[in-house]
């Protein structure tokens, strides 16, 4: 395990370098039968169940990019849940629309995980065609497809089709990081009722929910770097004043 650990990592170093040097080397082709393999070496580091395998490989894959897709696409359509999961979050990193038609299948998969992870990977690839199959989603049972699809309907939904059933689920939700996503979403979508709703996250919520309220109130007003979400809770609360007024 160390060995290949190191074999790895060494890659990595020589795909770093590549880059460095990318006007004096060619571009990676897909149909390299021995790129091809090497792809598919490091997308099955990815179903690994150390974490370290799977963070060298998303570095490396973060390098590769777009030619990486077809090797990825034969992970997300894999039965291994870990692969699904991990393949559907480098493809939202890649951010390429190829991966589109493979990333909706996967929001009907099994595995709760698998299924948000694509709905996000939607999210991050840009794809403004998926409110159909985000929608019914913000019913489902696990908290985690829900505010998946919270996300997702906050960047893309339709104003008129989506702020409704969003604002329904908002109200009925008790999972806190889900109700986060929830009010988000509005807020996004123009819903000024939840600003303080937010604001009051900002201050008192968790770190991942600070964050992500944080990031809501600001798309909405110029960005400010001396409001942080990390912030001790004092100056958190003075920050608060400073949204406020906004």
């Known amino acids: 395990d160390a060995d290949r650990l ?56 973060s ?47 099994e595995d709760p995980d698998a299924r948000a992870k694509a709905l996000d990977a939607l999210r991050l690839v840009g794809d403004r065609e998926s409110a159909p199959l985000a929608l019914p989603l913000l019913e489902h049972e696990d908290a985690g497809i829900r505010s998946a699809a919270a996300r997702y309907l906050g960047r893309f939904g339709d104003l008129e089709t989506a702020r409704g059933p969003l604002s329904k689920a908002h109200a009925a939700e008790r999972a806190p990081g889900t109700r986060t996503a929830l009010a988000c979403a509005l807020f996004r979508l123009g819903q000024e009722a939840v600003r303080e709703e937010l604001i009051e996250i900002f201050v008192e919520g968790e770190q991942l929910d600070r964050e992500a309220a944080l990031e809501a109130l600001l ?11 990390r912030a001790p809770i004092e100056d958190r609360r003075k920050a608060a004043q400073e949204l406020r007024k906004r």
């Open 219 to 229: 798309e909405r007003s110029p960005r400010d770097p001396s409001i942080s979400a």
């Open 63 to 109: 390098i590769i990019g777009s030619p990486a897709i077809p090797s990825l696409l034969k992970g997300l359509k894999s039965d291994n849940r870990v692969w699904q999961r991990q393949t559907a979050l480098a493809l939202g990193r890649i951010g390429d629309p190829e991966a589109i038609p493979a990333l909706r299948l996967a929001t009907g998969y």
């Open 6 to 61: 190191a074999d790895a990592d060494a890659w990595l170093a020589a795909l770093r370098a590549s880059r460095a040097k990318r006007a004096q080397s060619r571009p990676f082709a897909r149909d390299n039968p021995r790129f091809r393999q090497r792809c598919d070496d490091v997308v099955a580091w990815l179903g690994q169940p150390s974490v370290n395998y799977q963070l060298i490989a998303h570095k490396a894959l």
